[in-house]
């Protein structure tokens, strides 16, 4: 399964890749957002950045890698503290890196009149994850047990995917620069051997999109020729 995966996302790649050089409209978003995680049950911070080349006015194709960090400690046990007793927590950071080809439908024709354009974005991709695993060392006041400090560090890999729900918006009819707001949720169970770390949520995002070349919705009008002597 893994190795049906892998030809079908090189593949993908490899298409994509031709529809970016060759597309006369693209487009680049910068994101900033939050995710939640399913198994640490928290939420993360995340950071994507997406390329996209036009098919026509309604279908775009492109490349979404990004960076999502989650942080969280849970008390493992408790110390003396002076006259009183301190918590001893042990801190966990996972850094999920996917990366995503992406099939984006968009709805122009809201945007002639109201500058906002709607879309929907299905994504398929690959995750690793840097998962790290830190304890001090302490002697707990209960017990009385010495615990020896811990430093883990694994790697995690999976199948990812994620569905978005999102608008730009135009300042105005002068402006190249839009500003974009969506909703989605990811899939992402990344697996090292028998362990799984489940990383799906639902997720939410903001930033802005600058286009490059020519939009294709634009290439119906056809500019005269002029030869200078």
């Not at 999976?158 to 135009?170: I, M, P, R």
């Not at 028998?194 to 056809?222: C, Q, T």
């Amino acid at each position: 399964m893994k190795n049906v995966i892998s030809i079908i996302i090189v593949i993908s790649f490899s298409v994509i890749n031709t529809s970016l050089v060759k597309a006369a409209g693209r487009t680049f978003d910068g994101k900033i957002g939050t995710a939640y995680a399913t198994d640490p049950e928290k939420f993360g911070l995340q950071l994507n950045f997406a390329y996209f080349a036009d098919l026509d006015p309604y279908f775009v194709a492109g490349i979404e890698p990004g960076i999502y960090w989650i942080k969280w400690d849970r008390k493992v046990g408790t110390r003396p503290q002076g006259e009183y007793t301190a918590d001893v927590k042990a801190d966990t950071n996972a850094y999920l890196f996917p990366i995503l080809l992406d099939a984006q439908i968009r709805l122009p024709n809201l945007k002639k009149k109201t500058f906002v354009l709607p879309y929907f974005t299905i994504g398929l991709g690959y995750s690793l994850m840097i998962y790290n695993y830190e304890q001090p060392t302490y002697t707990d006041s209960v017990t009385g047990v010495t615990v020896i400090a811990e430093d883990k560090t694994k790697f995690y890999s999976g199948f990812t995917w994620h569905f978005l729900a999102g608008a730009t918006v135009k300042p105005g009819s002068e402006s190249s620069i839009e500003f974009l707001a969506e909703l989605g949720y990811r899939g992402a169970k990344l697996k090292k051997g028998n362990l799984e770390v489940d990383m799906s949520g639902f997720l939410l995002n903001i930033g802005v999109r600058y286009p490059f070349g020519k939009s294709r919705s634009r290439n119906n009008v056809i500019e005269p020729t002029i030869y200078v002597e």
